[in-house]
C-alpha cells in the first residue's frame, strides 16, 4: 500500500470514526428518553390505575341505593388503557443517510455496493471482516477487506 493510500485510509478511518461517535451520542440520546418516556407512562398508568379503583368503589356505593345503581349501571364502563405516548418504537425503522456537495448517499446502499465489490475482488476469500470508510471530498467509499486495503477497492458513490 502506497503512502498517499495510508493517508487516504487514515483520513477515512479518523472520519468514520468521528462519525460513530456522533452516532453512539445520539443512540445514548434516544435511548435515556425512551426510558424518560417508559417512566414517565409508567407512572400515568399507575396514577390511571388509582383513579380507575376510586370511580369504581364510588359506582359500587351509588349502586346501592335503586335509583342510582339504575343510572349507574346504564352508563358504559371504560375499560382498557390507553396507549403510551412518546418514546421509541419497538418497530423502530431508521436509516443514515451522509450528505455532501448536493448529494444524498445511503449508508445501506452503500454497505450493499461494498459487499458486492469485495464478493468480486477476492472471490477465493472467505470475508471476515468489511470495513467501510466514506470520503466525501472524492465522491467515493473505500473498503478494507479481512484488514487488507488496496487502491482498487474504491466505490464511486
Known amino acids: 500500500m ?7 485510509l487514515g483520513s477515512l478511518k479518523g472520519a468514520l470514526d468521528e462519525g460513530a461517535d456522533r452516532l453512539k451520542e445520539t443512540a445514548k440520546d434516544v435511548k435515556g428518553k425512551a426510558k424518560e418516556a417508559s417512566a414517565s407512562a409508567g407512572k400515568k398508568v399507575r396514577a390511571a390505575g388509582k383513579t380507575a ?4 368503589a364510588k359506582t359500587r356505593k351509588k349502586a346501592e341505593t335503586p335509583e342510582e345503581g339504575a343510572e349507574a349501571a346504564k352508563a358504559p364502563a371504560k375499560r382498557g388503557r390507553k396507549p403510551a405516548k412518546g418514546g421509541v418504537s419497538k418497530n423502530l425503522k431508521s436509516k443514515v443517510v451522509f450528505q455532501f456537495y448536493g448529494q444524498n448517499v445511503d449508508a445501506d ?7 458486492k465489490a469485495a464478493q468480486k475482488a477476492c472471490p477465493d476469500q472467505q470475508i471476515k471482516s468489511l470495513e467501510i470508510y466514506v470520503n466525501g ?5 473505500y473498503y478494507v ?4 486495503g488496496k487502491s482498487e477497492y474504491r466505490i464511486d458513490l
Not at 109 to 115: C, S
Not at 145 to 148: A, I, K, L, P, W
Open 2 to 8: 502506497t503512502k498517499q493510500d495510508e493517508n487516504i
Open 53 to 56: 379503583k376510586a370511580v369504581a
Open 109 to 115: 446502499e452503500v454497505l450493499k455496493k461494498a459487499t
Open 137 to 141: 471530498h472524492e465522491g467515493a467509499a
Open 145 to 148: 477487506v479481512n484488514g487488507e
